[in-house]
Structure formats: C-alpha cells, structure tokens
C-alpha cells in the first residue's frame, strides 16, 4: 500500500534536508582548503562549569563533520583534555616542545585513532614560566595546517589564561547560568573583550531539566550582563561521566542529550543555522 500523502512528503523533507548537509560539509572542506582557519578559546571564570569537556566534545564534532580540527590544552601543569579525548597514550609532545623549537607543529600533534581528522596538542604537565612566550609562529603554522583550533583556556586570569587568547578569532564562556558562575562569565567576558576578541559567545552547560524552565525567564537577562550571543543550551547528562570512565568520547554515544547538544554548538561554529528557540522559548 502506498504511504500516506503526510508521510511522502516527510520523505521528500528528510532527503531534502539530507542532501543540504551533505552540498554544505562539500561546500565547507572546500573552504578549508583554502585556508580560512578560526581559532576558539573556551573559557569561564573558574574551574568545574564544563570547559574541558565542551572543547573535547564540540572539537570532535568539527572533526566529524568534515573539518580539520586541532584541540589544544593550554591549562599548563592541570592538564586532562586527553582524558576527555582518549588520546592519554598518544600525547606524549606538549606545545613548548613546538615553541622551543624541538619539534614541527605536525610532529608535535597526535591524530585521534577514533575521530579521523580530530588532532590533539598537550598542554606541558608541569608548571612553567609562561610570561612573554611568543606564540605569534606557533598559531601561524596551526592556521595552515587546520580548519578549526579549539583550545582549553585555564581557570583564572593567568599568564596561561592571556598566552591562550593571543590569536582567538572567537571565545566561548562557559556558565552553569547559576549567579555566581554567571558573575564571573562576565568578568571573563570583560577582560576577553579588553584583550580584543570581539567575536565572544556563550555556553550554558550542565542545565537540569528541572532548572530548565526557571532559566527560560533568565536567559535573556544573562545574554544582556554578559553581552554576549548564546550560543548553545547543554543539559546535564550522564552520559558525560559514564564517557570518561568508559574511555569512549562522549561524541560516539548516539542520541545522547548532551552529545546532540554539544554536536549544534559545532554545527552553528561552523555557520549552519540551528535554531536557538523554537516556538519562542530557548532551546538547546
Ligand atoms: N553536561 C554535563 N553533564 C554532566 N556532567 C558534566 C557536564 N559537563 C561537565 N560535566 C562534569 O563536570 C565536571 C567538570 O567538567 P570539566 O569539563 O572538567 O570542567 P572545567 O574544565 O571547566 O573544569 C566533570 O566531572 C564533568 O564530567
Ligand atoms: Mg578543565
């Protein structure tokens, strides 16, 4: 029996939509290819609001979605991004190994055996002098090489913290939407702003559906005293836990909450338009 007419043009929709995507990620690489790198710095005001695990998640969507993606940690001596990568075995170089000259940026990065096109660039795992470390050559060799540069940006306001955003195209703050967290997003945002990164956005992460409809009303209240466009909702989901002990990135976990989530963050890093409210209320 035929499908219903409803159901044709459901159909017809879905292999439109399809094809949409798959013209644009074509359209994307091709872009890439000629060399239009975007440097992203993710950053809060302090430590536990989800920073590490958004670079690990949306770097490995950019990757998954067809572009050339290098995650780098900069939170020098508390590095764990490899953790969130799965990649601990394999980072055996840091950045001060390519900015001491010791080895090629391409040597230095390792390739993730799990995300084709993913790579990762450790952060040194002791403390070290960071003051008036040029990275000016460093960056200039990750923009040829790349599409996309996310880079884990410590807590605080340290030397790290400024050596980080030194070549940020865009920041992304990561809050909780709790006040205290929201307070120092904007701070974060302030200075990040003052340091010349214009193009500042912000994450809401580990929402619980419960809090969900009270931030509804706060939202727009928290994008005005951070002055910054939103640019993606992340529930808390367990699945983020149960990756890390798992040893699987959240990415490969299919129809998680979080893992959508984190994968329309990248999508819209990327330029495609996923709505950020639908029927006039924010979602993710
Ligand atoms: N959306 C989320 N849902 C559940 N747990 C999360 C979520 N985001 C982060 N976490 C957890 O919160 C903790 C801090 O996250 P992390 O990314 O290390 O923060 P930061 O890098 O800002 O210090 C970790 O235990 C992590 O697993
Ligand atoms: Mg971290």
Known sequence: MAAPIKMQYLFILTAIEKSCGIVYNALYRTLGEIGMCKIIVVSSGKGGTGKTTTVAA???????????TLCMDFDIGFNNLDL????????????????????ELM?????SPLIPG?????????????ENIDVADMFAAVREHFDYC?????????????????????SI???????PSIRDAQKTADIIRDMGVADIRLLINRVRPANFKILQTTIDDIIDTIQARLIGIVHEDKHVFRALHEHKPLILYKKRRAAYEFSNVARRIMGEDVPLRKKGKFSS
Request: glycine content about 6%; overall charge negative.
């Open 84 to 103: 969130y990568l799965c990649m601990s075995e394999f980072a055996v170089s840091d950045f001060t190994d390519v900015l001491e000259g010791r080895m």
């Open 173 to 179: 703050i990561v809050t909780n939407g709790e006040l």
């Open 118 to 130: 993913l790579y990762f660039l450790n952060a040194p795992t002791d403390k070290k002098e960071t």
């Open 107 to 111: 040597d230095a990065c390792c390739e």
């Open 58 to 68: 949306v770097s490995s969507c950019l990757a998954m979605l067809g572009a050339r």
């Open 150 to 170: 996310v880079i884990d940006a410590p807590p605080g306001f340290n030397a790290g913290f400024a050596l980080a955003h030194a070549q940020a195209d865009m």
